[in-house]
Structure formats: C-alpha cells, structure tokens
T-cell receptor
C-alpha cells in the first residue's frame, strides 16, 4: 500500500459524458501527478499540482482539467468523453524533497462505451 | 525530443537471472527510476539511480551509465511472482517534476 488513494476504482460511462476522478496523496506529500495509461501507450503524464498550484502540464487534452484543494486532495475532470479516453488513470504523489520518488495510487479504470 | 527505449517482452525461468535494459535520450537528467507493475495494478517503486554505478537491493540491482544514456535492472533468483511489467522512467529536470516513462518490459517467468 503506497498511501495514495484513488476513487472510484472502476468507472463505466457513455460517450459525451463527464466524470471526476479523485486522489488523496500520501500524508505530507505536496505534489500530485496525474498519468494516463492505455494499452498501446506507456504511462503518459497529464498534469502536476504542487501545494494547490498547477506546476506542469503534459499531454493533457483541453477537455480534461484538474485541481488541487487546500487539503491537498486532487480531482481530475474528464468531459465530452470519447471512446479513446478509456484507460487507467493513475495519481502519484511525492514529497518534493530529495530524490522525488513518486508513489502511485491504485488507479481508476475508465471505460467509455 | 524525449525518448526511452526498453524491450517489449522477455521470458525467463524460475531461479534464473534476467537483465532488462533501458536506453534514454532526454533533454536533461536528474535520476532514473525502475518501477514494477503487475497487470491492472499500480506501479511500485523498485530503485533509483542518479550517479553512475550499481545499486543493489536484495534480489534486484540497477545500474546506470549517464555517459551512455543506459541503465539496466538485474533480477536474480527469479520467482513466478516476478512476472510483471518493468518500467524505466527518467526525471529530466530538477526534483519535483514529472517522470518520462518507457513503455515497459513485460517479463514472463515460467517454472
């Protein structure tokens, strides 16, 4: 158990819908990262938040957005969903001190039908 | 551009030793990580190298050569439970930035 929690574990929805994925980092970690993992791609970085502020953006679509709240939990919002958005979405957190090992949550498996 | 290459698949037998290679070309370098990922589960941290040389941790060792842009993960005394995907990831910038992942090497261990 990494100490990072994600909900829900599974999500099935239809094209065009909107969903929200939630992540709580390890106690004391200030950085939260969101990654997408589909079958034919490796882990793709989407976005990073540090202590409530957006720090870096990766290959995140405009239909996707995220935020980090004062209690440091984060939410990833996916809208106008398409079939190709079906994937595993992982959240990771790090302490931002030293070597910055990222610890991953169990992921949310999203299936868009 | 940023590129990390590792073999797609490898097979080995129980009790054997296997070496998984990773080559990288990134705009910067602040360390290389290896993660293990069982199917459908979260990646779990295995090792970290930032200086050249070998880091040993039980049955697993990881090596880095920064001048060659090369790393390997060495797994000894293989067990069936080692069947998983092994992900090589580079931190290209200062600490606290996103990792760039390779596509992973799927290792199958047979008896």
């Amino acid at each position: 158990d990494s100490g990072v929690t994600q909900t829900p574990k599974h999500l099935i929805t239809a094209t065009g819908q909107r969903v929200t994925l939630r992540c709580s980092p390890r106690s004391g970690d200030l950085s939260v990262y969101w990654y997408q993992q589909s079958l034919d791609q490796g882990l793709q970085f989407l976005i990073q938040y540090y202590n409530g502020e957006e720090r870096a953006k990766g290959n995140i679509l405009e239909r996707f957005s995220a935020q980090q709240f004062p209690d440091l939990h984060s939410e990833l919002n996916l809208s106008s969903l398409e079939l190709g958005d079906s994937a595993l979405y992982f959240c990771a957190s790090s302490a931002d001190r030293g070597r910055e090992t990222q610890y991953f949550g169990p992921g949310t498996r999203l299936l868009v039908l | 551009g940023q590129n990390i290459d590792q073999p797609t698949e490898m097979t080995a037998t129980e009790g054997a030793i296997v070496q998984i290679n990773c080559t990288y070309q990134t705009s910067g370098f602040n360390g290389l990580f290896w993660y293990q990922q069982h199917a459908g589960e979260a990646p779990t941290f295995l090792s970290y190298n930032v200086l050249d040389g070998l880091e040993e941790k039980g049955r697993f060792s990881s090596f880095l050569s920064r001048s060659k842009g090369y790393s390997y993960l060495l797994l000894k005394e293989l067990q069936m439970k080692d069947s998983a995907s092994y992900l090589c990831a580079v931190s290209p910038n200062q600490a606290g930035t996103a990792l760039i992942f390779g596509k992973g090497t799927t290792l199958s261990v047979s008896s």
